[in-house]
């Protein structure tokens, strides 16, 4: 089983769109979880950290359920410009492991 | 300005041919990491420093070794890079522990092996 696991995609939607991501993650261990934005041959930059009691910021909330064990990212009003792929990522004491990433095609 | 600088950004090199890429950083992170990236994969991690202190992950293979002379750079040497080794050669920095410290990436090197 992979530690970190998302549905590949795409997620194909309209602009204007609402759609949420799903990531799972086997660590129990794991201390912090991340969503990164990661644009096709570009390095993988920050979107948010989540945190236990959900964290919103401007059209993108994430949240986090230790029980379940999974992380969720839910973008409001879809632009064109959030087209990437979203990596979801658990950080234990030192390490970072990745998903595969989600990837999110917004079309006019 | 960038935090995490990576060089070269694209870099060729010939079928066994060593080669070094390198990254810097001016976080003071105690924590530098390398990851390789092919395409539509996630980023794997081959080796993490803790300081001085290295961690290799047990499938990295024995071609890829790193050095870290100080606090600020950290290199990634590919002894006899073979055409499976073309990726994306992505350097990353964190605080060690500590809740919610992301990881900040530099722009990554793309390796094209002939």
């Known amino acids: 089983r992979k530690e970190v696991e998302q549905d590949p995609g795409p997620f194909n939607v309209p602009e204007g769109a609402t759609v949420a991501f799903n990531c799972t993650y086997s660590?129990?261990?794991?201390?912090?979880f991340f969503w990164y934005r990661q644009d096709c041959r570009k390095e993988p930059k920050l979107l948010m950290s989540?945190?236990?009691s959900g964290n919103e910021d401007g059209r993108f909330t994430a949240q986090l359920n230790r029980a379940s064990q999974y992380i969720s990212l839910l973008i409001r009003d879809s632009k064109l410009s959030d087209s990437a792929t979203y990596l979801c990522?658990?950080?234990?004491?030192?390490?970072?492991?990745f998903g595969k990433g989600t990837m999110l095609l917004v079309s006019p | 300005d960038a935090m995490v600088i990576q060089n070269p950004r694209y870099q060729v090199t010939q079928f066994g041919k060593p080669v070094t890429l390198s990254c810097s950083q001016t976080?003071?992170?105690?924590?530098m990491y390398w990851y390789q990236q092919k395409s539509s994969q996630a980023p794997k991690l081959l080796f993490h420093?803790?300081?001085?202190?290295?961690?290799n992950e047990a499938d990295t293979p024995d071609n890829f070794q790193s050095r870290r002379p100080n606090t600020s750079f950290c290199f990634l040497d590919i002894r006899s890079p073979g055409l499976g080794d073309a990726a994306m050669y992505l350097c990353?920095?964190?605080?060690?522990?500590?809740?919610?410290?992301?990881?900040?990436f530099g722009q990554g090197t793309r390796l094209t092996v002939v």
């Open positions: 660590n129990s261990a794991s201390q912090s």
């Open positions: 989540v945190y236990s």
């Open positions: 990522v658990s950080k234990g004491y030192s390490t970072l492991t």
């Open positions: 420093y803790y300081d001085k202190d290295f961690n």
């Open positions: 976080l003071n992170h105690n924590v």
């Open positions: 990353a920095t964190s605080v060690h522990g500590g809740q919610n410290t992301e990881a900040f």
